[in-house]
């Protein structure tokens, strides 16, 4: 049975990990017999945004692990505590809080900085040769992450793209129900909720890139 850890980024698309997509990944991993664990950094999230109206909530503030349990019905652990060596590979579900919380790349685009216990524990895992999973938003890191000529995709978003290209990464187009794979770094991403117009769309490439991930592991 295939260990997978998965990275949240809060709870909620606007401020958060995007929860549909958080929900069908343990879905999924479970549905091809594998057992997952849910990680997030103890931090403050960027801000908190009213899902009801879409604005930022003034004057309130929310902690990214502890919104992150709400998720993983209270079992999760601290980013800062994950040991490659404990599982067969590593899964970052998507959201504004992957380019909010997880890295700045909502606000400094290009130029944006990792979270520090993101970028410790993805290098363990590239390290111990283990597959890494991104989808939606999360893709954009990749090239950070991985360095010069890394492959990824966030689907079809024109600057969202290019700007994966300056940051050196390689970007391919896919639609919504396909994945695109990076073989020399064991990379897995599909553009979910980038393009997804439905929680069923959402799952298609979800349940893909779960599988793949599961096979390379």
Do not use: W
Not at 85 to 106: Q, R, T, V, W
Request: charged share 15%; with cysteine.
């Amino acid at each position: 049975m295939k260990k997978i850890a998965v990275i949240l980024s809060g709870c909620g698309v606007f401020d958060g990990a995007e929860i549909h997509e958080s929900v069908l990944t343990l879905l999924s991993i479970e549905q091809q017999g594998g057992q997952y664990q849910c990680f997030a950094p103890e931090m403050e999230q960027m801000h908190v945004v009213n899902h009801a109206t879409g604005e930022v909530a003034e004057g309130e503030s929310r902690n990214v692990l502890v919104e992150s349990a709400r998720i993983a019905r209270g079992d999760i652990k601290q980013l800062s505590v994950v040991d490659a060596n404990e599982f067969d590979a590593l899964i970052i579900p998507g959201g504004f809080g992957a380019a909010k919380n997880l890295c700045d790349f909502a606000v400094q685009g290009v130029d944006c900085q990792i979270n520090q216990e993101v970028i410790t524990a993805v290098r363990a895992f590239k390290q111990a040769n283990k597959p890494i999973g991104l989808m939606c938003i999360a893709p954009v890191m990749i090239p950070a992450l991985f360095g010069q000529g890394a492959t990824g995709t966030i689907g079809t978003d024109v600057d969202t793209a290019s700007a994966f290209t300056q940051m050196g990464g390689v970007h391919q187009q896919a639609d919504v129900h396909n994945i695109v794979i990076d073989e020399s770094n064991k990379v897995v991403t599909t553009p979910a909720y980038m393009l997804a117009t439905s929680i069923s769309e959402a799952y298609s490439g979800i349940h893909k890139l779960v599988a793949k991930v599961i096979e390379l592991a």
